[in-house]
């Protein structure tokens, strides 16, 4: 698979499948990325484990940090890297060798690693690259467009609006 551009059928089929995250560089910051995207992803009905070395068995956003994906309690449906690019292939590279597989590695915006995209999908993983999952949920469920984003869905819907937040709109199985 090519990874310049991705369909909005595999993003959304990927965040319909996916129910838990591994967060690897997840920070405890809440000026940090990684923090608001931990914070929107728990907001949407995920489960998060937030994976940090140094903040291992404290809590960020009243979840338990683990020191590494071979501590979880099961195998993640996605990992998700905040890492930089070369650090990415090796968790790449571990979770192939560990075994446990998840369903979808995902990397955040600007990380890419073709050669452990190659080896990940050959080991039958999804991979997402350069991507957000929160920016691309927004963008997907319409979410974002409240705020002036420019989402590039159009549609004479009107969104239903819930109280609160919405949760795991993209399939609609949840509209009520």
């Given at each position: ?115 452990a995209a190659a080896r990940a999908e050959a080991a039958g993983i999804k991979v997402v690259m350069n991507r957000c999952p929160k920016i691309e949920y927004g963008r997907l469920s319409g ?34």
């Open positions: 698979m090519t990874h310049d551009s991705y369909s909005d059928a595999y993003i959304k089929d990927i965040l319909d499948a996916v129910k838990t995250i591994a967060m690897v560089g997840a920070s405890a910051n809440a000026v940090r990325p990684s923090y608001f995207v931990l914070k929107y992803m728990l907001a949407k009905d995920y489960t998060v484990w937030p994976i940090n070395p140094g903040q291992a068995g404290k809590d960020i956003l009243g979840q338990t940090v683990y020191a590494s994906l071979d501590d979880l309690p099961a195998i993640p449906d996605m990992i998700d890297i905040f890492r930089n690019s070369d650090a990415a292939g090796q968790v790449v590279d571990h979770v192939i060798s560990s075994g446990r597989l998840p369903k979808v590695i995902w990397m955040q915006l600007s990380v890419r690693n073709d050669q979410e974002i467009g409240w705020a002036g984003v420019n989402s590039r869905k159009l549609s004479s819907k009107r969104p239903a609006l819930k109280s609160g937040f919405q949760h795991r709109g993209l399939s609609g199985e949840n509209d009520g």
